[in-house]
C-alpha cells in the first residue's frame, strides 16, 4: 500500500522541462491532490501534471468500493487510482527491465565505461554508475543531459561537464 501523498512526499509527475515523468517533490497540496511540485532532477517548480500531455487517463473500473481511509474525505478512489497505478507501473518495470537485459545481454565487465560527469556519451554506450550499477545510453537530450536505462528505472544525468 502506497503512502498517502502530502507536501513535502514525492510523487511521479510531468517536468515540464525535461519533458519526461520524472520523480518531483510535492509543495503544495489543494485537498489531497498535489498542486505544485519541483523536479528532482532539474529543480524546476511547476504545476502538477499526473502525466504527459496528450496521454489520456485511464477509464474508471468498475470495481467494489474500498475502505475509506481514517481522513474519511477521500471516498476510496485514491486507492482505486493507487491500484491502477501500480499495476501499469509494474508492467512498466518489467519492461524496462527486458529492455535493460537485451541491451547489455553477453557483454562483458570490460565493454562499461566508468560514468563521469565530465565524459561525453553515446547512444548505445555501455555505462557503469557507481551508484544506480550497470546502464545503457538510450538517448543524447543535448550536449550536457543524457537519459541512461538501468535497470530499476530510466534516468537522466549530466554529460561534458568539467570536474
Excluded at 515523468?21 to 524546476?44: D, Q, W
Excluded at 468500493?65 to 518489467?94: K, N, V
Amino acid at each position: 500500500m502506497s503512502k498517502p501523498l502530502r507536501a513535502g512526499g514525492e510523487v511521479d509527475a510531468w517536468c515540464t522541462k525535461c519533458k519526461l515523468v520524472l520523480n518531483h517533490r510535492v509543495i503544495a497540496m489543494v485537498g489531497p491532490v498535489p498542486a505544485r511540485v519541483e523536479c528532482s532532477t532539474c529543480g524546476s517548480h511547476h504545476n502538477f501534471r499526473a502525466r504527459a500531455p496528450g496521454e489520456k487517463a485511464e477509464k474508471a473500473e468498475k470495481t467494489r468500493p474500498t475502505s475509506t481511509r481514517a481522513s474519511g474525505a477521500s471516498g476510496g478512489s485514491p486507492s482505486l487510482h493507487s491500484a491502477r497505478g501500480s499495476s501499469r507501473a509494474a508492467a512498466a518495470a518489467i519492461d524496462r527491465a527486458r529492455e535493460w537485459e537485451k541491451a547489455i545481454a553477453g557483454k562483458g565487465i570490460r565493454d562499461f565505461r566508468p560514468y563521469r560527469v565530465s565524459e561525453t556519451f553515446s547512444e548505445g554506450e555501455l555505462v557503469k554508475h557507481s551508484k544506480f550499477g550497470d546502464g545503457v545510453v538510450t538517448r543524447i537530450l543535448d550536449a550536457r543531459k543524457v537519459e541512461i536505462l538501468f535497470k530499476d528505472e530510466s534516468r537522466m544525468l549530466a554529460q561534458g561537464l568539467s570536474d
